[in-house]
């Protein structure tokens, strides 16, 4: 079988909130989703404002795994990393070492992530996240299918002159893979 | 009463969800959207997820946040699960048949000493057509009136619109968009408030349509937009105006419609001349030559749609500026075609007629209009309220209607939450969710949808189709009107109402997506309104003036109701509220994953309106207006202009949230023309309010 993954499309966000939702319904969570959406704004000669939905890209060379203390985290052939909660003691210091925020601070004081569904993809679903989304901001399927869309959806942009480029496909490769604004991150007014 | 938790959270371990495979079909009875649910209950019938349902055509499977933050208020602490009836301040648990007797006693009573007009309904959540029938049943035998949905959200846009096509609804299905060249969104951030069926715009919009967004605030509908054209706050008339003259001066409205099918069209081209481009310009803050180069669009883009929302609808000044956008739409001959006309969540059907026989019927003694309510609530006239919805939040000046509602003599409160307003019910009785009884749908498609009982009624709560038919037996009224199921329901309206006789129950069951109406009784669905240039107006002609022959009369916003005679150095600023995704209405508070997304309501402001404050992001912030204040965190954005203020509406003090409504800081006020309260823009003053520690 070849690669899945999922690409997320911060072009398209409309910030609904509903994956956000949909991950704590699918993953029986009272609070702490393990995506975030959050929102920037920034000003240069016009306002350019967008919704940045925060999650575990699921990297192929995680930090997060480096520096757990508990070897909690394991990343599986199928390009999944895979949190063990059993084996998390909550020291937290995944979460800070995480450029994504991808590692969510839970109630009961330790560590949760997205885990992609890997119980839906087992009984062939794809991700609750990607089920809702009403614009096709998140999508799951053949990785390299969604890297060609990534690229149509990048040169559709470039049409509209909205500059974008697609992180993970490439060195540092990870299962989702996010389509992005050209904007740095010190623009941000709120942080 | 404080926060809950999902017990299962509370362990180490949260597990995924454990699916049945036997999931119910229903359909989310929340914004009018329509959209097809998959419902998972656990194993003790309860309902524990909502999916979207993928064969529903409208949403493909997709849905918002709301109808699964929903499932979590429907067992949780709030929810009502026995009539109550307050004894020396405290609830206590009754029975259903002693809560009814009590208020039919206390009914017939008020009604035979001081008249039917004594008592009334604040009805915005009535239920599903089932419980509809029957409460518009109950109110034909007793006299009751009624206050629902219309003051407090599409009052004014119903009337207009009936006054111009003849017909309040939606002319045109929301699914026509992908057939259209322009949409023209006005005051309405359908990105957040109907994300589920979002998809239809953004599809829309890869296949080539303009989309075109006029709003205040850069919202995440703007975002997605074609064209985002800011403007300043109750100045969207002027716009409307503006582009109407430039159609007008220039030849490029549809003459052969405009001279076949309207009336008033003189009046019209005389109205638009009440300003000069420039002027429209510097009022409403949009460049003349974005203005121009709109009405090019709009002329050349044909066929094109209009979906307006509250931003302009719920507003002191609503009436014209809906006049003058679905006149420039009717102008351009945008009306009865493939991927023109007007989208709206306004889905009625019309009434059932003739259901009970004249002798049996009887008329209020007395009329009121929504703001008199107040008065005579106050003034003793009325004594007792039937509340079926969140008055006390959602009415404005809540801190009044509160009051009034406290002061009389008997309170029953049909809910699903001891809310705000229940909490000053002598008698609260549990309501059924809409996913606890079948009925119909009305979808902004234009469709009707059927949906069945999806989970077991909660505890011993009822539907609004029981709890009339009930009360009519103990207050002696002749039930044998009252139909006693919603598939009966749905029979006896059919029959009764030429517009949907050919809608069967049968047939929406066969139907994924529903039927179009209006669908007589040979069974053909209309997809959209006046294809046949047929309008149900007097005249049968598209009515471009208004009936005072004067088409569109412009009211500045600082001289509009709730403003007038307001101090301008006093409440320097505007106030407003916007939606958000994850809250409808005032129920997603009982919602802890709502509560996640929305933590509490904040006030966004400009940051130059921030620093001339004093205020940082987060920083507490007091707004006053006239009839109240109220202290929230600064949120700091360029999405809204200078001098202005929104925040979101939905929190009430019973809830986890515990806030003072926000619509207590509006005036009870409402747009001359069309009869809304307004929720924006209303003169407000802000300051710094002293931080912790000092
Ligand atoms: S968009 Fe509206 S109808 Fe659809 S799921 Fe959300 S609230 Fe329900």
Redesign the interface.
Known sequence: MSQFAMLVDVS?C?????C???C??????????WIRVRGR?L?TDH?I???NPQSCRHCADPICLAVCPMGAIQRGNDGLVIHD??RCIGCQVCVDACPYSGMKI???G?V?KC?F?S??LEINKEPACV??????ARIFGEREFLIREAGLRIK?LLS?GIKAHLEGADKESTTVLYLSNNTSRSNW??P | MGLYIRPRSLGIISKPLERDDDLRTSICCLCNGGCGLKVSLDHEGKVQAVFGDRDNPYNKGKICAKPMEIVQTLYGPYRVGHPLRRINGKFERITWEEALKLIAQRYNHYSQENGTGSIVGITSKIGGSYSKLAHSIFSKLTGMANYGTGPICMESELKVRKDIFGNGSASSPLSDVIKSKIMLIVGNNCAQTKAGQFHWISEAKQQGTKVVVIDTRFTETAQMADRFIQIRPGTDTVLGMALLKIIINNNLYDQAFVSEYTNGFEQLAEAVEAFTLKQAADITGVPRNVIEELAEDLAVRKPGMLFEGRGIVCVNNAGASIRAFEDLMAILGNIGKPGAGIISHINNYGNARDLIPKKDVIKPDRKRSATALYQAMEEGEIKMVFIAGNPCVNWPDSRRMTQAIQGLDFVVSHTLFLDDSAMLADIVLPATHWLEEAGVQASVHRVLQWKDQAAATYAESRSGGDLFRQLAKYMGLETSYFPNSPQKAWELERTHNKSIEGITVERLRKTPGGVHFPCPANGQEAERLYESSLFPTPSGRVELARKNNIAIEYINVFDSPGNQGVSPEKYPYLLSTNKVASHYHTICQYSNWAQEMEKQPYVEMHPQTASELGLTDGDPVRLETVTGSLVLPARITFSVPRGYFTTQPYFGLHSPYRQTPVNSLFPVAVDPVGGNFANKNIMCSASAEGRAGQ
């Open positions: 398209r409309i910030a609904c909130k509903s956000s939702v949909a704590m319904q699918e993953n029986c969570l009272h609070s702490s989703s704004e000003l306002l404002k967008y919704y909660i059993e839970m109630t009961n330790k949760g885990s569904c119980h839906l089920s809702v989304c009403p614009v096709e559709n509209r007014l709120v």
